[in-house]
């Protein structure tokens, strides 16, 4: 047993970036994680393997739909599912001994197991109490279901089971329309499942910029996901091997169906707290049952929270800036997170990305701005790699120019963001933007050529 400075639960991306951060600054530090790796939802079963299946079936996809146009010719690969999920494995293997050697390196102390905190100022880890100054609750999040529908985690899977399926589905269906639902689906889709994605509201992505949510469905249709919107599901009937999903269309109340050999259901996460005893410890909950906080701090003095158990969006850097910002006011700095500018990345094939407000939201707090749009068809070099479908759209104060939004779908969208990001930080304005030299052949350029768009014109448009 020993005395720490900071002991964090949970060794996801909220966690263990506070604990780097906490002992780089020189506090005495150990991470509470029950899994047996490191990393979090993160790293075992979310951003990480989602985008190793999704590098490996976009790969497939060039073969088949591209090589040939490019003078490849030849067979296209099969896929052998069982060596796509070693790989997958392999790369997340890698990812969380990654961490581990990270804890070492920094002198972090793993406590291996589930914590509970029997009081302020007390972890308990198996039958060892802990003490420390400060705790981090890092306790992330699990899928969540609907009403009258049974995860098995076989047929009936959430995203967890849906990144080890013994095999490639003929027939998915997926209840949600939101990132990883989308994720998730195309996947399965270019690995030849035939996808459809039932959606309670009548726009995929909710919170998305609607013209960009738009063109995105339209793309993913292109790649043959079929989907069914306005449509509230009832239940799931499930047996050995396959289930029916029963739903209601909003618009007429009419009863319909629909078989699949497996449901992914994404219908969204719930903050997870079990068993940390936060009831006898009095901490606040929201309504919807995260952590309430106050600059990270919860009700109960000492104990802090941050990531997916606190509110906001639910993304692994938005749990990781929060973690450095915590580490850092636990040390008496400022500890700072910039919620208005956290972007949020789409990883499907193309790829799409935001950060700040969108069009609608600019309507709804009646501030006056200004549109610059181009496509990536005006980009050359997105015409090389067959990806002219999409744009950028970037929404600017009318008056000062500032940019308040930035909308990307196209190619290596989730990178061409952090050139929006990194201006928003500073308060650029478009013309900031425009009149930055980018290189050429780039898909950068049309970022520039938007931001053009906002003042005189675009060139290439
Ligand atoms: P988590 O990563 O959930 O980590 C919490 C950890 O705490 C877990 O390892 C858990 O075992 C441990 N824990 C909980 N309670 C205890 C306890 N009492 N004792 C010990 N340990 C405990 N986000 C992105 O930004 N980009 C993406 O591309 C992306 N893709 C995703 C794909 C999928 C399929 C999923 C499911 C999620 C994805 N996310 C993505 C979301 C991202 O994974 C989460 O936002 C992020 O992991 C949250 O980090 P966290 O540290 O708050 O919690």
Known sequence: MADYDVIIIGGGPGGYVCAIRCAQLGLKTACVEGRETLGGTCLNVGCIPSKALLHASHSLHEAEHNFAKMGLKGKSPSVDWKQMLAYKDDVIGQNTKGIEFLFKKNKVDWLKGWGSIPAAGQVKVGDEVHKAKHIVIASGSEPSSLPGVEVDEKVVVTSTGALELPKVPKKMVVIGAGVIGLEMGSVYARLGAEVTVVEYLDMITPGMDKDLAKTFQRALKKQGLSFV????????????????????????????????DVVLVATGRRPYVDGLGLDALGVKMTERGQIATDHWKTSVDGIWAIGDVIEGPMLAHKAEDEGMA????????????????????????????????????????????????????????????????GFVKILADKDTDRVLGVHIMGPAAGELIHEACVLMEFGGSAEDLARTCHAHPTFSEAVREAALACGDGAIHA
């Open 326 to 389: 915590v580490a850092e006011a636990i040390a008496g700095q400022a500890g700072h997170v910039n919620y208005d500018v956290i972007p949020g990345v789409v990883y499907t094939a193309p790829e799409v990305a935001s950060v700040g407000k969108t069009e609608e939201q600019l309507k709804e707090d009646g501030r006056a701005y200004k549109v610059g749009k181009f496509s990536f068809m005006g980009n050359g070099r997105a015409k090389a790699v067959f990806q002219g479908d």
């Open 229 to 260: 919107m306005g449509a509230a599901v009832q239940s799931v009937d499930a047996k050995k091997t396959k289930a029916t999903v029963n739903y209601k269309l909003r618009k007429d109340d009419s009863d319909h169906t629909i078989d699949a």
